[in-house]
């Protein structure tokens, strides 16, 4: 099963300023150095503590994405000039990794995040908090990485 959250935002961070929100939230997440921000359509390779893992972004049609969830009753605010989605599955490290690197997007970019599932607006403080508790709560339970990616560096 797929799971979907949103940052809504008015401006773009580049990668750099996305890790530097990661290093500054306290996170050991590593995005993959090769990425290109405005390039971002699909898996992201990152690290959560040495281990590989990632999840799914795109660069999303903000102005129609906010009128489609607008016509399901949901508001997000704004007027937001951006919209970033990720998308993720039921593994906790990839919960973990897709929970902080959103927050800390939204942090940086001054935006907020929509949680699909839950159907609401959280401020970035909130979701990283989130992915601080999952991550104390599962260290010791996340079991093998589902892959190794050895082109961090």
């Known amino acids: ?24 939230d306290g996170f050991d997440l590593l ?3 090769s990425a290109v921000f405005e ?12 281990a590989g893992t990632g999840f799914e972004v795109f660069h999303e049609d903000c102005a129609a994405l906010v009128s489609e969830l607008g ?7 704004g007027p937001w000039q951006y919209a970033m ?15 902080a690197a959103a927050g800390s997007y939204a942090r940086v970019t ?11 607006v959280q401020q970035p403080a909130e979701v990283l908090e989130e992915a601080r508790r999952l991550r104390d709560v599962y260290k010791d339970k996340l079991g093998a990485p589902r892959y190794e990616w050895r082109d961090a560096q």
């Open 110 to 120: 001054g935006g907020i995040v929509f949680d699909g599932e839950e159907a609401k």
């Open 31 to 33: 995005l993959y150095q």
């Open 71 to 77: 016509e399901e009753g949901w508001d997000v605010g």
């Open 39 to 50: 390039e971002l359509s699909g898996f992201l390779p990152v690290r959560l503590e040495g």
């Open 1 to 24: 099963m797929s799971m979907m959250i949103i940052v809504f935002s008015n401006r773009a961070a580049t990668m750099r300023e996305w890790q530097a929100g990661l290093d500054a």
């Open 85 to 99: 989605s990720f998308y993720f599955g039921g593994d906790y490290r990839e919960l973990i990794s897709v929970l």
